[in-house]
């Protein structure tokens, strides 16, 4: 039997080995002190963008095949030992699922809603675990919180802007800074009435049909973190309606997703989507009758 010293060993052989390995030339070489590879702490695979290493020994052609990884988050000439992954491909794997896990129980910080102008409200979700198994307490508010969001909202807007945390904070955090002003920017430069912007805690994309009664807002636009991946837990959506009501169809809702620094910038985001609220509120519809 072999303890958990011997394991952790191990795995800082098998990592080092991957930061450092010279086997193939074509591959960029990672410098060795942007990890621990010594002392007591397991390096994080995650630091490593390994879309730069090259693990097919014997490669063909390394160098087109690094530009081809370079062009996507894919798992891409993982190579393996026998019939199985390697040790390397399976710790990125495991540390890759943790980062998911991560953006969907770590918490949005109020330094991000400050920074955004955002003020607060919550679903009837009262904790994270109601958030996750009752998705339909996510699409609901108290009356309370609506006469909250009455009394503190711009009534009759043109668009009414939401945030939410989704399934995943962490790409609230990463993108709302970038994306809200630019959203906003975009829509007033259209000549387009915004409403008061506000972040709901434990939201799911129905939550936004009720807002869009209580306020009376013609377009809603909610953006919202989406479901993480494992190549990415930043990635938001924008979904939008025009004139929508509580128990709406699916297909009357309009998405722009993967906004993010590996996909769509967040400010060319907000751009384009203030650009499709202007062709709804023109035509007046959304979803499958809204013709892009």
Request: charged share 20%; proline share 5%; net charge neutral.
């Amino acid at each position: 039997m072999i303890d958990n010293k011997q394991i952790e060993q191990i795995i800082r052989e098998v990592v080092s080995e991957v930061v450092t390995s010279k086997t193939q030339p074509a591959s960029p070489s990672i410098p060795r002190n942007t990890l621990n590879v010594s002392g007591d702490s397991i390096p994080d695979l995650s630091a490593i963008d390994f879309r730069t290493v090259m693990d097919v020994p014997n490669a063909a052609d390394a160098e087109e095949f690094l530009r081809i990884k370079a062009k996507t988050s894919a798992r891409l000439g993982v190579w393996r030992a026998g019939p199985r992954y390697r040790t390397n491909t399976m710790l990125r794997f495991k540390a890759d699922h943790a980062a998911a896990m991560d953006a969907v129980f770590t918490e949005l910080s109020q330094a991000t809603l400050d920074k955004a102008g955002l003020f607060t409200v919550t679903t009837l979700c009262a904790t994270k675990d109601d958030h996750l198994t009752r998705p339909d307490l996510g699409r609901q508010f108290s009356p309370e919180t609506i006469a909250e969001i009455k009394s503190k909202c711009k009534h009759n807007p043109q668009v009414q802007i939401i945030v939410s945390d989704g399934l995943s904070n962490t790409a609230i955090e990463a993108n709302i800074c970038d994306l809200l002003p630019a959203l906003v920017q975009g829509l007033k430069g259209h000549g387009i009435d915004v409403g008061t912007p506000f972040f709901i805690k434990h939201g799911r994309v129905g939550a936004m049909d009720p807002i869009t009664e209580a306020l009376g807002a013609e377009v809603t636009v909610m953006l919202l973190g989406e479901r993480p991946g494992l190549a990415s837990g930043e990635s938001l959506s924008a979904y939008m309606t025009y004139k929508g009501f509580v128990g709406m169809p699916e297909a009357s809702r309009n998405v722009i997703s993967n906004i993010y620094r590996g996909g769509t910038n967040p400010v060319e985001a907000g751009a384009h989507i203030a650009d499709v609220v202007k062709l709804m509120l023109a035509q007046k519809a959304s979803g499958l009758n809204l013709k892009l």
